[in-house]
T-cell receptor, first 112, second 114 residues
Framework: GNSVTQMEGPVTLSEEAFLTINCTYT??????LFWYVQYPGEGLQLLLK?????DKGSNKGFEATYRKETTSFHLEKGSVQVSDSAVYFC???????????FGTGTSLTVIP | GAGVSQSPSNKVTEKGKDVELRCDPI?????LYWYRQSLGQGLEFLIY????????KSGLPSDRFSAERTGGSVSTLTIQRTQQEDSAVYLC????????????FGSGTRLTVV
């Protein structure tokens, strides 16, 4: 079956630190992979995506590379800001795209 | 509309009452999804509508939950005889032609059953 496992939080970093949030997946076929972000009091927003192996998704300084050999899609940012404090969800969509499978979310707090 | 709109944004109801939650998807999006986000939990899939096809109801937790989508646009999620464990944020999302390119989520309805 399909599932997503992401590192548990909470994660607390100082401003300008390097961020990695690990995400691994189990899937049948060739899923698309996503990172969503939920800022305090807001709904989920698509942060970045990758639709096939070796694709790199990027947005707002965040990056993630679709690694089929390690079934991973780790989120990275070289220098975090206070405004990046949010909950980050890794997700995959099934072959047919009719259902997403989300990780449990990783809470990130960036302190000045 | 410009985004996915959900109403109400907050709902407090007494145990045993019925509630209706509304979702207005992005115009032209054929796919509509409902998810539930409980405190400290990930997102739980509830139901999926795609065009005129029969909905995928495989995620509905009990027969107290039902959903409709009228005219391929607005959707209503109904919870009958609410229980305290139904308290959660109910999220709606829409996409074009399935979700392989990502969903757009609404801001959710926070349901509290007292």
């Amino acid at each position: 079956g399909n599932s997503v496992t992401q590192m548990e939080g909470p994660v607390t970093l100082s401003e300008e630190a390097f961020l990695t949030i690990n995400c691994t997946y189990t899937a049948t076929g060739y899923p698309s992979l996503f990172w969503y972000v939920q800022y305090p009091g807001e709904g989920l927003q698509l942060l970045l995506k990758a639709t096939k192996a070796d694709d790199k998704g990027s947005n707002k300084g965040f990056e993630a590379t679709y690694r089929k050999e390690t079934t991973s899609f780790h989120l990275e940012k070289g220098s975090v800001q206070v405004s990046d404090s949010a909950v980050y969800f890794c997700a995959l969509s099934s072959n047919t795209g009719n259902q997403f499978y989300f990780g449990t979310g990783t809470s990130l707090t960036v302190i000045p | 509309g410009a985004g996915v709109s959900q109403s109400p944004s907050n709902k407090v109801t007494e145990k045993g009452k019925d509630v209706e939650l509304r979702c207005d998807p992005i115009s032209g999006h054929t796919a509509l999804y409902w998810y539930r986000q409980s405190l400290g939990q990930g997102l739980e899939f509830l139901i999926y509508f795609q065009g005129n096809s029969a909905p995928d109801k495989s995620g509905l937790p009990s027969d107290r939950f039902s959903a409709e989508r009228t005219g391929g646009s607005v959707s209503t999620l109904t919870i009958q005889r609410t229980q305290q464990e139904d308290s959660a944020v109910y999220l709606c999302a829409s996409s074009q032609n399935g979700g392989n390119y990502g969903y757009t989520f609404g801001s959710g309805t926070r349901l509290t059953v007292v």
